[in-house]
């Protein structure tokens, strides 16, 4: 059942091409248009609202950088267990959009009962369609992840990214932002990206060996800017679920505002940097942590790494990849760092002490 993997989590981040490349090929064609359930619908939408918990809320995080970016659509996230008590403001323009793999978690489902009635459409985006979430939406878009054993989420994630990349890219055409060429073109580049993360599964190898090291840290921090700051959340939630060592994420930008008091020479620094707009400042980011004797691992693409790496701990190449959908490809070094490290520690990977797969109390 595990298919000659030694865990779940591993037979599923190594999944990961498979089921992304079903996921987009559903809802998108091989000619370059979309294929999304027809009630969904922007025209006329002023605000998308994304809640989740968990994982699922870092997709969501994610995703409000696509919106705003690729749509020019206003975009807010919040964890479902703030939006359900907050009394958020809604309105019959705005779109809820609610994210979660297994389609029960308390919270979440809390979270649209709340929004059911009082906005345009609730949508949802789930792993399993069958589930109350799924039910509950007045329109819900599968992943197709196929069943996640580990509880550490991972394959769900990539694929939740999948979706609200294409959802994103609707909601550009919709609004007259994206013509039929660029939107074809934005397809294409998703397309590729299963082929992408299969190359990025071969740095399974050369994070084993920098695992032991890792599993000795009593705290590790993650950095990254614009999309790839909720990909930094995302890695720090992972590594602390299953390996048990303190990690948090940041958006580089924040570092000097307090966590860089943290810096020693014992925090390993992990920055995720795809050469994109704002690589500089990362890198620059990046060189504060090292002039303060911080152990910096690197993550960026071949040539990313040659013109920051001098003075850098560790560096993993990825693919060159466009920017925009650089979160998907990242998640795999994210999700791998963990594993790894958690297996050198000798944790419970795929059932880590006091963590339930599904969340169903609040
Ligand atoms: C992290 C993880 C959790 C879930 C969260 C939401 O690896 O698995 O943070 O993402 O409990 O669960 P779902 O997506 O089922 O609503």
């Known amino acids: 059942e595990k298919a000659g993997h030694r865990h779940f ?9 498979v089921v992304l490349a079903d996921a987009i090929s559903r809802y998108s064609t091989a000619e370059g248009a979309l294929n999304l ?41 919040d964890i479902a267990s703030e939006f359900r008590y907050r009394d958020p403001v809604l309105s019959e323009r705005a779109m809820t959009i ?19 009635g009082k906005v345009a459409k609730v949508v949802s985006v789930v792993n399993v ?37 294409l959802m994103a890219l609707k909601a550009g055409a919709d609004r007259g932002r994206l013509e039929a060429a660029a939107l074809a073109a934005h397809l294409e580049d998703l397309r590729r990206l299963p082929g992408l993360l299969n190359v990025s599964l071969a740095l399974s190898e050369p994070v084993t060996a920098l695992a032991d090291e890792l599993a000795r840290a009593r705290d590790i921090i993650f950095l990254g800017r614009g999309a790839m700051y909720p990909l930094a959340l995302e890695g720090a939630l992972k590594l602390k679920e299953i390996s048990y060592i303190h990690a948090e994420g940041y958006a580089s ?54 013109e920051a790496s001098p003075g850098v701990w560790q560096s993993l190449a990825l693919p060159e990849v466009p920017p925009v959908w650089a979160p998907i490809l990242y998640a795999v070094p994210a999700q791998l760092l963990a594993y790894h490290t958690a297996v050198a520690k ?7 002490r006091n963590l339930a797969k599904s969340v169903t109390v609040e």
């Open 37 to 77: 359930p027809e009630g969904l619908d922007f025209t006329g939408i002023d605000r998308v609202m994304l809640v989740a918990c968990g994982t699922a809320s870092y997709a969501c995080h994610v995703a409000k950088y696509w919106f705003e970016q690729v749509a020019g659509l206003a975009a807010e996230i």
């Open 346 to 352: 000798g944790t419970d990977v795929d059932q880590p």
């Open 129 to 165: 369609p069958t589930s109350s979430i799924a039910r509950e939406s007045d329109l819900s878009l599968p992943i197709h992840a196929g069943v996640e054993v580990g509880v550490a989420s991972t394959k769900a994630f990539t694929c939740q990214l999948g979706v609200l990349a």
């Open 253 to 306: 930008g924040e570092l000097k505002h307090g966590p860089i008091a943290l810096i020693d020479d014992q925090v390993p620094v992990i920055v995720m940097a795809p050469r994109d707009a704002l690589f500089e400042k990362t890198v620059s980011n990046m060189q504060e942590v090292m002039a303060r004797s911080g152990k910096v691992l690197l993550l960026s693409d071949a040539q990313g790494i040659e």
């Open 9 to 17: 989590m591993a037979k599923e981040i190594a999944e990961q091409p």
């Open 98 to 116: 609610f994210v979660s793999q297994s389609g029960e978690t308390a919270d979440t489902l809390a979270a649209l009962r709340y929004a059911k």
